[in-house]
């Protein structure tokens, strides 16, 4: 090899040589975590409010019967007397 085709080597292996990693654009990677974090809040706003009247009716129930029990079990003071 002469001079010339070694120097032409060493372009070429710089050239192949490692790559930079992927360039990313920030605007689109910023609205994927918004839409992504907005998916989440919707999910939990469906969890929560997304109940139907009779489901509704049979937790205020529940919540309800649960409360007497718990008075029903509330032992009063004879010093009131």
Do not use: W, Y
């Not at 992927?22 to 919707?42: C, D, F, H, P, Y």
């Amino acid at each position: 090899m002469d001079r010339d085709e070694s120097s032409r080597a060493g372009v070429r292996r710089v050239l192949e040589g490692p790559v930079a990693s992927n360039v990313i654009n920030l605007r689109t990677v910023r609205k994927r975590k918004a839409r992504a974090e907005a998916s989440n809040q919707a999910s939990q706003n469906r969890a929560r409010f997304g109940r139907d009247k009779a489901e509704k009716a049979l937790d205020a129930h529940e919540c309800d019967q649960a409360d007497r029990t718990h008075d029903g079990h509330r032992i009063d003071d004879a010093t009131d007397q």
